[in-house]
């Protein structure tokens, strides 16, 4: 591994709203969850936990907070006016599922945070980030905003970061973020390749006879992939598309996270992963300067069903200095018998890097529909890119501690759909991200403090 550039992975802390509102189609976990009473303190701090964990095995580990819940601005701009107190009360008569869905804490799965380019594969040597447009649910197109300003208050030199707008928020550029992209490369310091997978082409389908899911949507589009990695300047020999198989997007598999993860010149993938399997690995292997790793589960061993279930492929698959890799995966890959066997069988004695399995509880996070891949966002950073970062943002022992103490302070143990209209749950989510980001020391990054 090349010394001077790591891989950070920036987990989102889960915010003070965490509730099972259901508001995610096509995210089976999340809609069978809908409605049962969730746990913000216990979800927070299992995050917490994981990332420690991660921090303690020499992973460098990174911080974002979550968004403003509820998002009283986007209620006014619906039409409820009044107090406070007033808007939340008439939006929980009037119109209960935007009232869930301003109050979602989804900001946790930063994987869906942004699309990110290292500095060592952008031709202007700097990082680039374009935030996710986020456009297919009304509960999430409310974050790009504040996410933007968030990686601009970390992120802040220009010399080393560039930043760009959002994709236009329309379904034709559909973009869902890290979440469908992987970049592959001999090692982080290494030039690399950038797979995006997408569901469905905006401007295409009318003169193609390619498959397209039937039971539920196909959320990224090619042509939103292909408008990011122009805007990185990502050349045609740095990038490969290949369209989502939608058998697997039926199935639950609303993110290409869900179905495949990779790390360094590693694939880990389901065999229904993509559309033309052979296809996307014969690009990768044209156009990566390391051989290319592919490790593939098949149907018979893990069905489309358990790999949705148990989130197997929404792991981390992390680099070890002495070259091996460690695939954190969550509690329910361990109670399921099929994922379990292949984990043992398959991975860990099979032919490939993978020398050690982590299993983390993130089970508060997992109701929802995200496991330990979807609660970060992979940047890789040189070491005076780094030192560049602005903020306290970089996980230690102090910030571990201080926001454990946060975290029991300001949250709440128990929280049902029904409770979100309470005027004091807003008033306590304002009085803990005021808190924070004077912890974390990004500055005015919320609406309310820019008010």
Same mark, same amino acid.
């Given at each position: 591994m090349t010394a001077d550039y790591r891989e950070v992975n920036f987990d989102g802390l889960v915010g003070p709203t965490h509730n099972y509102a259901g508001l995610a189609v096509g995210n089976v976990a999340s809609m069978r969850h809908g409605g049962l009473v969730a746990n913000p303190r216990e979800a927070a701090l299992q995050g917490l936990a994981k990332m420690k964990a991660l921090m303690d095995a020499?992973?460098?580990?990174?911080?974002?907070?979550?968004?403003?819940?509820?998002?009283?601005?986007?209620?006014?701009?619906?039409?409820?006016?009044?107090?406070?107190?007033?808007?939340?009360?008439?939006?929980?008569?009037?119109?209960?599922?935007?009232?869930?869905?301003?109050?979602?804490?989804?900001s946790m799965w930063t994987a869906n945070a942004a699309t990110v380019t290292p500095s060592v594969d952008a031709p202007d040597g700097r990082v680039h980030f374009t935030p996710a447009n986020l456009q297919s649910s009304f509960h999430r197109f409310l974050e790009p905003a504040t996410t933007g300003r968030v990686l601009q208050a970390i992120f802040r030199d220009e010399?080393?970061?560039?930043?760009?707008?959002?994709?236009?928020?329309?379904?034709?550029?559909?973009?869902?973020?890290?979440?469908?992209?992987?970049?592959?490369?001999?090692?982080?310091?290494?030039? $690399?390749?950038? /797979? =995006?997978?997408?569901?469905?082409?905006?401007?295409?389908? !009318? &003169?193609?006879? +390619?498959? #397209? %899911?039937?039971?539920?949507?196909?959320?990224?589009?090619?042509?939103?992939?292909?408008?990011?990695?122009?805007?990185?300047?990502?050349?045609?020999?740095?990038?490969?598309f290949a369209q989502q198989h939608p058998d697997a997007i039926d199935a639950g598999v609303f993110h290409n996270d869900v179905i495949a993860v990779g790390n360094g010149p590693v694939l880990l993938y389901h065999e229904m992963a993509f559309f033309d399997e052979q296809g996307a690995l014969?690009?990768?292997?044209?156009?990566?300067?390391?051989?290319?790793?592919?490790?593939?589960?098949?149907?018979?061993?893990?069905?489309?069903?358990?790999?949705? $279930?148990?989130? /197997? =492929?929404?792991?981390?698959?992390?680099?070890?200095?002495? !070259? &091996?890799?460690? +695939?954190? #995966? %969550?509690?329910?890959?361990?109670?399921?018998?099929?994922?379990?066997?292949?984990?043992?069988?398959?991975?860990?004695?099979?032919?490939?890097?993978?020398?050690?399995?982590?299993?983390?509880?993130?089970?508060?996070?997992?109701?929802?529909?995200?496991?330990?891949?979807?609660?970060?966002?992979?940047v890789v950073l040189g070491a005076e890119e780094r030192t560049a970062l602005a903020g306290r943002v970089l996980l230690d022992d102090a910030l571990h501690g201080e926001l454990v103490a946060w975290v029991e302070r300001h949250y709440r143990d128990h929280l049902a759909p029904e409770e979100l209209a309470d005027p004091a749950l807003a008033r306590e989510a304002l009085a803990a991200l005021d808190e924070l980001s004077a912890i974390l020391e990004i500055g005015s990054v919320y609406p309310f403090q820019q008010a």
């Open positions: 020499g992973y460098l580990q990174g911080v974002l907070p979550p968004q403003q819940r509820p998002d009283l601005g986007a209620l006014r701009a619906l039409g409820f006016t009044g107090s406070d107190e007033r808007v939340l009360a008439r939006a929980a008569g009037e119109a209960p599922q935007i009232l869930r869905a301003v109050c979602s804490a989804s010399t080393r970061f560039a930043h760009h707008p959002a994709l236009p928020a329309t379904p034709a550029f559909s973009d869902e973020g890290a979440a469908n992209h992987t970049r592959l490369a001999g090692d982080h310091g290494e030039p $690399g390749v950038h /797979l =995006f997978a997408y569901g469905r082409e905006a401007f295409g389908w !009318g &003169s193609q006879s +390619l498959p #397209v %899911p039937q039971r539920f949507p196909a959320r990224q589009t090619l042509e939103a992939s292909q408008a990011v990695a122009r805007q990185h300047g990502l050349a045609d020999h740095q990038t490969v014969e690009a990768l292997r044209e156009r990566m300067s390391a051989p290319l790793i592919p490790v593939r589960v098949p149907v018979e061993a893990v069905s489309l069903a358990d790999a949705v $279930g148990s989130y /197997l =492929f929404n792991s981390q698959l992390l680099s070890n200095p002495d !070259g &091996s890799m460690t +695939l954190v #995966v %969550p509690g329910e890959c361990q109670e399921n018998e099929s994922v379990w066997r292949t984990v043992q069988d398959h991975l860990l004695a099979g032919a490939n890097p993978i020398g050690e399995v982590v299993v983390k509880d993130v089970k508060q996070s997992m109701r929802n529909g995200g496991g330990p891949a979807c609660l970060r966002l992979r």
